[in-house]
C-alpha cells in the first residue's frame, strides 16, 4: 500500500542528443617522464557525430588546459553536417610525476553553456626497475643441498635496459 504524502507525480521528455562523444573519458593511463630528454606527447582520438537531421557548430572551451600545456585537443572547434564525423585528437604530455585531470566543456552552435563536458585523465610516472616481491626468502635445506629461489625484475618504463648481476662470495667456501 502507498503511502499519503510519498508520491509525487513525475513527468520527463525524451530528447535526442545533438551530439554523438566517443569517449567523453579519455584516459591516458601511465605516461613515463624521462629528464634529460626530450618527451613527445601521447595521442588519443576522439569522435564527435552529428545524429541530428540540422548541421551544428560545436566548439572546445580550452582556457583551462592552455595555462598548463600538459593536455590539448585540436581542432578545438568545427562545423558537422547532418549525419557526419569528425575525429579530435586530444594528447597528453606530463611535466611532473603526478596524477592529472582536467574538465573542457563542449558548446554547441556559439552557446555559451556547455552541452558536455570532455575528462581527459593520466598519470605522469618516473621510469624504474621493480620487483615482484618485496625480500626473498630461501628454503630451509639439509647442509649440501643448494636452495633456489625465483624472482621476477619489472621494468617499468625504460626503453632498453640491460641488467647486469654479481653474486656475493659465499662465506663457506
Known amino acids: 500500500k502507498p503511502l499519503e504524502g510519498l508520491q509525487r507525480p513525475v513527468s520527463g521528455e525524451g530528447l535526442k542528443p545533438r551530439l554523438l562523444i566517443e569517449p567523453s573519458l579519455v584516459d591516458f593511463k601511465k605516461k613515463y617522464i624521462t629528464i634529460g630528454e626530450k618527451t ?4 588519443k582520438d576522439i569522435i564527435f557525430t552529428n545524429p541530428d537531421i540540422f ?12 595555462k598548463e600545456k ?21 594528447s597528453f604530455n606530463p611535466s611532473q610525476a603526478v596524477d592529472y585531470e582536467e574538465t573542457v566543456n563542449l558548446l554547441l552552435d556559439n552557446s555559451q553553456d556547455a552541452y558536455l563536458t570532455i575528462t581527459l585523465k593520466g598519470e605522469g610516472c618516473v621510469p624504474r626497475i621493480s620487483f615482484d ?16 629461489a625465483t624472482f621476477r625484475i619489472i621494468n617499468e618504463g625504460y626503453q632498453d635496459v640491460e641488467l647486469t ?4 662470495k659465499d662465506p663457506g667456501q
Open 40 to 43: 613527445f606527447p601521447e595521442y
Open 55 to 66: 548541421p551544428l557548430r560545436w566548439k572546445i572551451d580550452t582556457s583551462r588546459i592552455e
Open 70 to 90: 600538459v593536455f590539448s585537443i585540436k581542432p578545438s572547434e568545427g562545423y558537422l553536417e547532418p549525419a557526419a564525423s569528425v575525429t579530435v585528437r586530444a
Open 133 to 148: 616481491r618485496r625480500q626473498l626468502i630461501m628454503p630451509i635445506v639439509p647442509l649440501g643441498i643448494t636452495a633456489k
Open 165 to 168: 648481476y654479481r653474486q656475493p
